[in-house]
């Protein structure tokens, strides 16, 4: 009868309902399990229902210089700025000790900066720095991000609510880089934190290859590659051999 009521109610609010509000009616309805056992039951419900209706997600066909996607994680006691090009996949990484608003306006400019030259579109989560209000469904932004807008000249844009999926490309590296680099080391410090991190985005950016850039790194390739049966491969090691980087030597 519970699992039925969670079931209903995540299809009502469209997926939008949080275990707390539902657990109320759960007691009511009989349940006596832990409130994290229900937390575990809602979500497993949200996915059932994501899985069947589409939530009209905005389709991952970029274009040069459109879409640059931000997004705030955290790594150990930092708090980590990644802001995503769309089409390259160039990835631009900085650490702060909060995610204010004029910290996130500071990590923008110089991105934009590092970039140089401004997208058409800003995409961003519904982050409370940049959120003015919600109205039918619609983000407001902040007066201070329309005036940052506008003087940059780009267009602000929001994901849809509680779907993590419409910023998956910006979502995705923060996880890449705990997964690839930050699980496989032992951080002595918030020193040898952004040390690491530093090295494992500049691997990103100038060696990794990606399918979708025909096997070149998102801030392509100084020369193309050659073929013969003269060329060796040079290896270079970096994080004490965690990644692998290979060159070609005539």
Known sequence: ??????????????????????????????????????????????????????????????????????????????????????????????????????????????????????????????MGCLKGGVVANKVVPTAEYVRFATHYGFRPDWCEAADPESNAIAERWIASGRRECLDRMLITGERHLRLVLGEYIDHYNTHRPHRALQQSPPAGRPHPPVLGANVRALRRDRLGGLIHEYSQVA
């Open 1 to 126: 009868m519970v699992a039925e009521l969670v079931a209903d109610r995540v299809a009502v609010t469209k997926g939008r309902i949080s275990a707390k509000r539902l657990l109320p009616a759960a007691r009511a309805a009989g349940y006596a399990g832990s409130a994290r056992n229900f937390r575990r039951l809602v979500a497993e419900a949200k996915r059932r229902w994501r899985r069947d209706n589409h939530r009209g997600r905005r389709p991952a066909v970029w274009t040069p210089g459109e879409v640059l996607a931000i997004d705030w994680g955290s790594a150990g006691p930092l708090h980590v700025f990644c802001a995503v090009l769309a089409w390259s996949r160039y990835r631009f990484v900085r650490f702060a000790d909060n995610e204010r608003s004029e910290t996130t306006l500071a990590m923008l400019a110089e991105c934009f900066e590092e970039l140089s030259g401004v997208p058409k579109v800003v995409l961003a989560d519904r």
